[in-house]
Every structure is written in C-alpha cells, then in structure tokens.
C-alpha cells in the first residue's frame, strides 16, 4: 500500500477523507489521520479564525500528517489560505477556483497543494502552475460535481499528467480501492463512507439516511444552472426537481437550498435539508471507528489485488 501519494505525504496509506463542508471538522480529520490516511479539515466558507482553531484542535490530536480544502469562492479563501501556511500545515486541497496566486507562499510553507478536478484540461493546468498532485473526481461523488464517470476520468487524466493522481467518485470500499490503482490512480480520496463513522459529528438522522440509502436514491439536482450538486432524494430534492422542470430562476432555486446542508448535518433536517452524499452510499451498511474502517479497507484492497494478481 506504499505508492507516491503515502511518500509524498508521509502517510501511512493511500486514503484520503474528504473536505466535506459542515462535515470535515477536527474530530474526524484527527481520527483519519491518527488512523494511518490524510484527514482534512472542511473550510468550506467558514472564517479564518474558525479555520486556525479546527487546526491547533487537530494538533492536539495527532502528531501526524492532515490537511485542509479550500473553497477558493469563499470570500475568506484568501485569509485562510495564510492560516494553513502560518499554521504549518502539511497539506492543501483546493476545490472551486484556481490556487495559483497562493502557491509562492504555500511552497515556500512547505504545503502540498492538491486541487480537485473534474477534466483532463483542468488536471493540466493545475499540473502547470505547480500542484503537487490532482483529486480526479467523478460525477458519481456527493456534492458539487462534474460531468464524467470516475472510471472515465482517472485513467485519462493519468495518462494526461506526470504528477499523481488520487480517484474520488463512487469509492467506498476494497474493491473501489483496488479498481483505482488499476486505472492509474496513487491513492482515493473517500467522502460519503466518512460520514458513516463514530468520529464524524453529522447529526444521526444524516448518517441514518447514508445507511438507508440504496443504489438509486441520489439526485442531481441543478443541472440547468450549471451548478448540480448531487444529494439523497428527499422533500428538497423533489421540490426543487419540480421546481427547475417549471423554469424556476436561479435566484428561487438557490433560496430553496439556501443553508440546507447545515440544515441537514447539524440540525438533522434530512427532509428539506441538502443531505450531501454520493452513490456509493448505497455501499455502506453500518458505522465504525475511523481506525477500524480504514484497517477494513486495507485488507480487503491487498486481498482483491492478491485475487487480480492470482488471476492473471
């Protein structure tokens, strides 16, 4: 389980929790990087100070790798971004923009800067200005996506960049692990099976509803304003469904999704609320420690590549 990803991060293995908004705080991150994977910690649009004090909770924590996403559209990305280098951390994922006028001052930090993408030109791009490696993310995670299947995605980007490549998209468990190092990828990065453990502070009615999901019971919703989001089918999803096949405007659409997801992982609204998940939430069955699912995960990834690898 040693691939450029754990050397380049010093991690132990090639797992990596997602940086879910309202999600992704210090107990989950602490516990997935105290585990042997890359936690991280969601800034989404929460304010530097609130960011800084997430970081020095995690270090209380573990004396291990972690890192932080950045939504570069926040109106305090750039606040933050000097957090994570005043507060040496070790690694940065970005989402939702364009790192580059950060990564003089990241570099010289010491930080490993990571942006997620959703095509081959964007993987390139960030390859030039200096990213140290590339989330290829499938439409099949939760959240903001783009348009093309994981297993589409990963191999092309892998063939398009030098750097490594992490998979996330659909990923839940050994076999999705295993599927990724085939099309090329050094490590995952998993979400939705985050959620699902006892360190993750999302409301139960959220986590409930990840155990309950089936194959089918994501919706995309927002396709027609550019920004689809893919979330479990519930009283919002339908409405907002309805909504958008009336012509609804962007405006409308946006009030009716307004503060949802917080809705949903704090105040456990899961019926008008953004309960956020991807399609492999059909593929989690029950809630674990970070340290036991990530310890799973290892063992089943080494035993499908054994069956592969015995195969041929």
């Not at 364009?98 to 942006?115: C, D, L, Q, R, T």
């Not at 996506?145 to 980007?157: D, R």
């Not at 999705?176 to 995952?188: D, H, N, P």
């Not at 919002?236 to 997801?261: H, I, R, V």
Request: hydrophobic share 45%.
């Amino acid at each position: 389980m040693k691939t450029e990803i754990t050397r380049l991060l010093g991690i132990e293995y090639p797992i990596i929790q997602g940086g879910m908004a309202w999600v992704a705080e210090y107990h989950l991150a602490a516990a997935v990087s105290q585990a042997g994977g890359l936690g991280l910690i969601g800034a989404a649009s929460a304010p530097a100070d609130w960011v800084r004090q997430q970081i020095q909770e995690v270090k209380k924590r573990t004396n291990k790798p972690f890192g932080v996403n950045i939504m570069l559209m926040s109106p305090y990305a750039e606040e933050v971004a000097k957090v994570v280098a005043e507060e040496g951390v070790k690694v940065v994922t970005t989402g939702a923009g364009n790192p580059e006028k950060y990564m003089e001052m990241w570099k010289k930090a010491g930080i490993k800067v990571i942006p997620v993408v959703a095509s081959v030109a964007l993987a390139k791009r960030m390859e030039r200005c200096g990213a140290d490696a590339v989330v290829a993310e499938g439409t099949e995670s939760g959240g903001h996506i783009g348009e093309t299947t994981t297993m589409a995605l990963v191999p092309q980007v892998a063939d398009a960049v030098q750097i490594p490549v992490i998979a996330a998209g659909g990923i839940a468990d050994g076999r999705g692990i295993a599927a990724a190092f085939m099309l090329g990828a050094q490590a995952v990065q998993m979400g939705t099976r985050f959620v699902a453990t006892e360190e993750c502070w999302a409301h139960e009615n959220y986590k409930n509803l990840v155990l309950k999901a089936r194959d089918i019971d994501t919706k995309v919703t927002g396709r027609s304003t550019g920004h689809p989001v893919r979330a479990i089918r519930n009283q919002m999803t339908k409405q907002y469904t309805e909504m958008e096949a009336k012509g609804a405007s962007f405006e409308e659409l946006e009030l009716l999704t307004l503060g949802g997801l917080k809705k949903a992982v704090v105040d456990g609204d899961v019926k008008t609320g953004s309960v956020m998940a991807g399609q492999s939430a059909g593929l989690v069955k029950e809630i674990v420690t970070c340290e036991n699912l990530i310890r799973d995960l290892v063992k089943e990834t080494e035993r499908v590549l054994k069956g592969a690898l015995a195969y041929e």
